[in-house]
């Protein structure tokens, strides 16, 4: 009786364990607020501030293609992530860009500084929406068209 009870104890445990991870990002992505911020400013930003000097995004231009500018033409270089490869919400790339990330060896070497004191609360929320709206996948910008990069 009592190897009955712990079992059942576990399989409840269990079935708690899993279960609380899904109803909380169930919880989370449905009260994530919305990007704000303008897409084509975001990819001025992007380009201007120094962004694509250390990520590649495609949807950023040729200034941001791997072994074009980024890592000064070396295509194996990794400076900062891979936009083509990792989306990155819109609330994650305003905290990462208003306080930057530490280095995170042997991946990124190098660290990613603040841009709060370079940047206006708009224009980081410009290239969040940026970040977010094109990151993860090998996107053109359909609203950065004839824009300066």
């Known amino acids: ?31 994530a607020p919305s990007p704000r911020g303008n897409i084509a400013n975001g990819f001025r930003v992007f380009n201007d501030y120094f962004c694509a000097a250390c990520h590649v995004m495609k949807a950023a231009g040729p200034a941001s293609y791997r072994g074009y500018n980024v890592c000064n033409g070396d295509t194996a270089c990794t400076v900062g992530v891979n936009f083509n490869k990792i989306h990155v919400p819109y609330q994650a790339a305003v905290a990462v860009v208003a306080s930057g990330l530490p280095a995170a060896q042997p991946l990124y070497p190098t660290q990613m500084p603040p841009f709060r004191n370079v940047l206006t609360k708009t224009q980081i929320g410009d290239v969040a929406a940026f970040v977010a709206k094109y990151s993860g996948g090998f996107k053109t910008c359909t609203e950065c068209r004839g824009r300066r990069n």
């Open 1 to 31: 009786m009592k190897i009955q009870i712990g079992i059942g104890l576990a399989v409840v445990a269990c079935a708690v364990a899993l279960a609380t991870p899904v109803a909380v990002a169930h919880r989370t992505a449905a009260h």
